[in-house]
């Protein structure tokens, strides 16, 4: 497998992935009585659901990758 192939492999593998899994319509910011903003729970949201993405995307990569052997 060549390194175009393989790059080709990855990119198609995280688009697929990206489509197949439904992501968050909302993200909220929490700010408290005092003005304080909390982005904390917009960015663990959004991280996890990047994980999500990637870990399915890369394990479909792997798992073809290994089989093209």
Known sequence: ???????????????????????????????????????GDLYNALLQDVIQVVQKGMTDVLKEALLKK
């Open 1 to 39: 497998m060549t390194e175009q192939d393989l790059e080709k492999l990855v990119q198609n593998k995280l688009t697929e992935a990206c489509k197949s899994a439904e992501h968050p319509k909302k993200f909220f910011i929490t700010a408290n009585g005092r003005g304080v903003t909390d982005g």
